[in-house]
């Protein structure tokens, strides 16, 4: 494995490896930052949706809601569409932000110190197929871009607002009830027409779903 430390690394170090795809280019960002500048400027790989490509490349990049929620960036990922890419939106949560390259190379992104951008580039098989499995399972549940895009973001009062943001505390329901000021019944009764709402089958994905739309 070897560690990229910043952006500017990232640059100099990785972006040929992109632009060298042949065969696939697979990419999950939960950030619209955090693959910025290198993976742009792999436009022979098609990379940032550029039309001449490799000929059989195939692209996918798998976004969250929060990111394609920026208007400038939907319209640079609908280019991407428009060139031929792959572009669906997870509400559901990414399982790692990476880059994988003809299945024989991975990049994971992270945090260091000091909130410092690190990128992990891992070539081992096993793990390179591991992480594409983990792809393709957030890839399949998935919404495409346009589908995603048609359906508008749930309109909350403040108060359900402050409810959703009760579910990713750990707080039991007598808590955040009595936090809130409402009755154990009220409380109930909104958690369940939120999960509703927000196509949630738990609580748990509820909160996660409210986060990635900038709804709590």
């Known amino acids: 494995m070897t560690t990229i430390h910043g952006k500017r690394e990232l640059l100099l170090r990785a972006a040929p490896l992109f632009a060298g795809a042949r065969e696939e280019f697979l990419c999950a960002a939960a950030d619209r ?9 792999a436009g022979a790989a098609g990379a940032a949706g550029a039309a001449e490509r490799p000929a059989g490349l195939r692209v996918r990049k798998l976004y969250t809601p929060s990111v394609v929620a920026d208007d400038a ?11 031929g890419g792959q572009v669906r ?5 990414l399982p790692a932000e990476m880059i994988v390259v003809d299945a024989r190379v991975a990049v994971l992104g992270g945090t260091g110190p000091g909130g410092r951008p690190t990128y992990s580039v891992l070539r081992a098989p096993t793990v390179v197929e591991g992480l594409r499995a983990l792809f393709r399972g957030a890839w399949e ?32 329901d007598e808590s955040a009830a009595r936090d809130l000021d409402m009755s154990l019944r009220s409380y109930r009764r909104r958690v369940a027409e939120l999960m509703v709402l927000l196509e949630a089958d738990s609580r748990f994905q509820a909160g996660t779903r409210a986060r990635e739309l900038g709804l709590a």
Do not use: K, N, Q
């Open 89 to 93: 939106v997870s509400s559901s949560g």
């Open 33 to 41: 930052d955090t693959w910025s500048g290198a993976a742009d400027a």
């Open 141 to 172: 549940a998935a919404r495409d871009l346009a589908e995603h895009r048609d359906r508008p973001v749930p309109v909350l009062d403040t108060r359900a607002r402050a409810v959703l943001r009760t579910l990713g505390r750990g707080l039991t």
């Open 73 to 83: 960036f939907a319209a640079h990922a609908f280019r991407v569409a428009a060139a």
